[in-house]
T-cell receptor
């Protein structure tokens, strides 16, 4: 079956520009997560959605970052006034139910590599 | 607070020899622990998970890990390495009483030579 998909796979932009990154979770998965992976590091949590609402956005680094999931399926991560330090791979994951169930597995997409020049 | 420490940033083995990737964790509550693998240009794939059942956990592709509470460790092992095992491996903790996120280690790069 189809896994988590992310578009675009690569995005190059200039400092100060606005970007949108899209995530299509596995059909029927109610939970969706965004992570950011910088070079040589493990992924770091950004935000978690349960249905349409952001249940935990404690990982967003500042107010330039925002994410939506208006219909409880596809999500878009939005970055305003991009900075060179935003360059990273942005990963999306989904799970069948929320994370507070022990061992609930998150399925990851291939990521979007964002480069800010 | 939760945290994960992967003790080796890079491990090199020969094909057919055992693999040991070390991981120590810190968690306030009973954690769930995972190992994920990341091949170049591919998504993260779950190898195995521990969720307070059996302490020895078997995963895919012949990998297994043992949860040792007294040592706060969750080391990943495989008896015989294959060339296809070369990848980045992440130890991950989830403290679902304290938070909603997976906490990843910095990763261990496994190289396998013929």
């Amino acid at each position: 079956g189809a896994g988590v998909s992310q578009t675009p796979s690569n995005k190059v932009t200039e400092k100060g520009k606005y970007v949108e990154l899209r995530c299509d979770p596995i059909s029927g998965h109610t939970a969706l997560y965004w992570y950011r992976q910088s070079l040589g590091q493990g992924p770091e949590f950004l935000i978690y959605f349960q249905g349409t609402g952001a249940a935990d956005d404690s990982g967003l680094p500042n107010d330039r970052f925002f994410a939506v999931r208006p219909e409880g399926s596809v999500s878009t991560l939005k970055i305003q006034r991009t900075e060179r330090g935003d360059s990273a791979v942005y990963l999306c994951a989904s799970s069948l139910t929320g994370p507070r169930l022990a061992g609930n597995e998150q399925f990851f997409g291939p990521g979007t590599r964002l480069t800010v020049l | 607070a939760q945290s994960v420490t992967q003790l080796d940033s890079h491990v090199s083995v020969s094909e057919g020899t055992p693999v040991l990737l070390r991981c120590n964790y810190s968690s306030s509550y009973s954690p769930s622990l995972f190992w994920y693998v990341q091949h170049p240009n591919k998504g993260l794939q779950l190898l195995l998970k521990y969720t307070s059942a059996a302490t020895l956990v078997k995963g895919i592709n012949g990998f297994e890990a043992e949860f040792k509470k007294s040592e706060t460790s969750f080391h990943l092992t495989k008896p015989s390495a294959h060339m296809s095992d070369a990848a980045e491996y992440f130890c991950v903790v989830s403290d679902h009483q304290a938070g909603t996120a997976l906490i990843f280690g910095k990763g261990t790069t496994l190289s396998v030579s013929s």
